[in-house]
T-cell receptor, first 115, second 115 residues
Framework: AQSVTQPDIHITVSEGASLELRCNYS??????LFWYVQSPGQGLQLLLK??????LVQGIKGFEAEFKRSQSSFNLRKPSVHWSDAAEYFC?????????????FGTGTRLQVTL | DGGITQSPKYLFRKEGQNVTLSCEQN?????MYWYRQDPGQGLRLIYY???????QKGDIAEGYSVSREKKESFPLTVTSAQKNPTAFYLC??????????????FGDGTRLSIL
């Protein structure tokens, strides 16, 4: 069965600083990987996805992620964080379930941004 | 605008009561999902449906039931058998049939509390 580990429960960065959120996955085949962001009391918004091809994936809001098969990692990065990026971030790995797609989520990383 | 609508946003349940959470989508998606979110545990899959009149149990289906009578609707009933129902419930959908591992789109959630 697939699994996702987000080792950092809580991260604090200063506005304008760079950001890297870690994600490690376990999956038997080529993984389908996603990063979602959640503001308090809201649903999840897709930041970016990796299916195949170029291992550096660009997403919305200036985020990018790099797939590294040798390290089973899919870390999320942003060169310069804005105060509005404060939220909870979830990494997920997808597996086919018939014609649906079952996602397994990590436990999330809460990002705090200081001014 | 297309999207997923969950209602109500807040719901209170008395002990021994069944309650039903609504989820409607106008994205013309075939697949729909229900997740439960608890602090520090990420999202866990309750039920999913690949197509109308079909659904499968997820990882934590005990104490829950669903129906899929219409493509647009996937209501979740939290039964009295669910001993710890207090949580944030998220509904999602994806394109489904013939489209491998497309991302899931989420509603804004329903917070269920026990009186």
């Amino acid at each position: 069965a697939q699994s996702v580990t987000q080792p950092d429960i809580h991260i604090t960065v200063s506005e304008g600083a760079s950001l890297e959120l870690r994600c490690n996955y376990s999956y038997g085949a080529t993984p389908y990987l996603f990063w979602y962001v959640q503001s308090p009391g809201q649903g999840l918004q897709l930041l970016l996805k990796y299916f195949s091809g170029d291992t550096l994936v660009q997403g919305i809001k200036g985020f990018e992620a790099e797939f590294k098969r040798s390290q089973s990692s899919f870390n999320l990065r942003k060169p310069s964080v804005h105060w509005s990026d404060a939220a909870e971030y979830f990494c997920a790995v997808g597996a086919k379930a018939g014609t649906a797609s079952k996602l397994t989520f990590g436990t999330g990383t809460r990002l705090q941004v200081t001014l | 605008d297309g999207g997923i609508t969950q209602s109500p946003k807040y719901l209170f349940r008395k002990e021994g009561q069944n309650v039903t959470l609504s989820c409607e989508q106008n994205l013309n998606h075939d697949a729909m999902y229900w997740y439960r979110q608890d602090p520090g545990q990420g999202l866990r899959l309750i039920y999913y449906s690949q197509i109308v009149n079909d659904f499968q149990k997820g990882d934590i289906a005990e104490g829950y039931s669903v129906s899929r009578e219409k493509k647009e609707s996937f209501p979740l009933t939290v039964t009295s058998a669910q001993k710890n129902p207090t949580a944030f419930y998220l509904c999602a959908s994806s394109i489904g049939i013939n489209r491998d591992n497309q991302p899931q789109h989420f509603g804004d959630g329903t917070r269920l509390s026990i009186l």
